[in-house]
T-cell receptor, first 111, second 113 residues
Framework: GEDVEQSLFLSVREGDSSVINCTYT??????LYWYKQEPGAGLQLLTY?????DMKQDQRLTVLLNKKDKHLSLRIADTQTGDSAIYFC???????????FGDGTTLTVKP | NAGVTQTPKFQVLKTGQSMTLQCAQD?????MSWYRQDPGMGLRLIHY???????DQGEVPNGYNVSRSTTEDFPLRLLSAAPSQTSVYFC????????????FGSGTQLSVL
């Protein structure tokens, strides 16, 4: 079945870059997402990438996809204290309906 | 547009009690789902639905029932609450295409004593 894995914790200093990594097992994954969860709130979509892309950039966010290794990463440039949150990687196979989430990476940004 | 609305926000139950968590969306989304979130375990899919009258089991369906009589509503029923069901529950919906993002409700914090 589908499985999505992430490291659980990442700590960086304000102004540094953060890189959050994710691996997935479903070779039919067509859509890959990064969601952000702030304390006491639901998840909100940060960015996404289609499996026919290698990279996507959106302001301070860069998503890299290595389809061969089934590896997805999220880079946050110039990380701010407001970026402290839990980041979830998720994948959806084409038209499968259900989305599978990783366990989430807790990003702590120190001033 | 209210998005995805979940009620209640907080609930305390005694072991063996039953209750229904409500979820409604006003975006005409075909796909709706329920997740539970536990520390260190991420989001685990309980049940999901790809349209009215259609439901299917997710990763952790035991102890929960769902129904989808309308496009808008997707209630989650706990039949006989157990302490292991203490968790934060999220309802989510999206449009029919796999590329579409999930919209999440604000969550229900459930404690079973």
């Amino acid at each position: 079945g589908e499985d999505v894995e992430q490291s659980l914790f990442l700590s960086v200093r304000e102004g540094d870059s953060s890189v959050i990594n994710c691996t997935y097992t479903d070779s039919s994954s067509t859509y890959l997402y990064w969601y952000k969860q702030e304390p006491g709130a639901g998840l909100q979509l940060l960015t996404y990438i289609f499996s026919n892309m290698d990279m996507k950039q959106d302001q301070r966010l860069t998503v890299l996809l290595n389809k061969k290794d089934k590896h997805l990463s999220l880079r946050i440039a110039d990380t701010q204290t407001g970026d402290s949150a839990i980041y979830f990687c998720a994948e959806t196979p084409d038209n499968a309906g259900k989305s599978t989430f990783g366990d989430g990476t807790t990003l702590t940004v120190k001033p | 547009n209210a998005g995805v609305t979940q009620t209640p926000k907080f609930q305390v139950l005694k072991t063996g009690q039953s209750m229904t968590l409500q979820c409604a969306q006003d975006m005409n989304h075909e796909y709706m789902s329920w997740y539970r979130q536990d520390p260190g375990m991420g989001l685990r899919l309980i049940h999901y639905s790809v349209g009215a009258g259609i439901t299917d089991q997710g990763e952790v369906p035991n102890g929960y029932n769902v129904s989808r009589s309308t496009t808008e509503d997707f209630p989650l029923r706990l039949l006989s609450a157990a302490p292991s069901q203490t968790s934060v529950y999220f309802c989510a919906s999206r449009g029919q295409g796999g590329w579409e993002k999930l919209f999440f409700g604000s969550g229900t914090q459930l404690s079973v004593l």
